[in-house]
């Protein structure tokens, strides 16, 4: 589902990303700037996740995260030349262009979730249901559990070998309460 976001509020969120964020590339900076500048290329952007997806779109990061610092897509090529994308920008204004902006942003800013929309180019099967993300976190819980018990269960031996009564009684009470959650 997509909605029309507001000039203004793009230009609202790109000021407060200018202002609070330093991206990986300077090149980056000059681009959203740019968009600031340009009202008829700024109606045609929008902001997204799996912006990789889209058959234009650029990716830009942040120096508090570890993606990649920036990526231009155009149909099947992809490129870390911020000059061709800002090229691609200017003599393309009238096209729709995909931003995704990798920054910390938990919890989301308004401001960031005021012109985020949703991608109309990812595949539908690319997430996963509720019902294999609960399986999913199943098995690490049973997995992790697992784990714990045959770790307690070492600890118990080498208390026994030690004949160490205390610890042995700490660790398989510690056991107990642990086959308990299962």
């Given at each position: 589902m997509t909605y029309f976001v507001p000039l203004n509020d793009k230009k609202l969120f790109i000021r407060w990303f200018l202002k609070n964020f330093q991206l990986k590339r300077r090149e980056g900076v000059w681009i959203l700037n740019y968009l600031l500048s340009n009202d008829e290329l700024l109606e045609n952007v929008h902001f997204v996740d799996e912006a990789h997806y889209c058959p234009r779109s650029i990716v830009m990061s942040t120096i508090e995260t570890t993606s990649i610092p920036f990526r231009?897509?155009?149909?099947?090529?992809?490129?870390?030349?911020?000059?061709?994308?800002?090229?691609?920008?200017?003599?393309?204004?009238?096209?729709?262009?995909?931003?995704?902006?990798?920054?910390?942003?938990?919890?989301?800013?308004?401001?960031?979730?005021?012109?985020?929309?949703?991608?109309?180019?990812?595949p539908k099967d690319l997430f996963i249901s509720e019902k294999d993300r609960l399986a999913a976190q199943r098995l690490l819980e049973n997995s992790v559990l697992e784990?714990?018990?045959?770790?307690?269960?070492?600890?118990?031996?080498?208390?026994?070998?030690?004949?160490?009564?205390?610890?042995?009684?700490?660790?398989?009470?510690?056991?107990?309460?642990?086959?308990?959650?299962?």
């Open positions: 231009f897509y155009k149909e099947n090529i992809m490129t870390s030349d911020a000059e061709k994308a800002f090229h691609d920008l200017r003599i393309n204004a009238h096209e729709s262009i995909y931003f995704q902006l990798n920054f910390p942003s938990i919890p989301p800013d308004p401001l960031y979730l005021a012109v985020l929309e949703e991608n109309p180019y990812v784990f714990q018990e045959q770790q307690l269960l070492r600890e118990i031996d080498e208390a026994l070998d030690a004949g160490d009564k205390d610890r042995f009684f700490e660790l398989s009470n510690l056991l107990q309460a642990l086959k308990y959650t299962k």
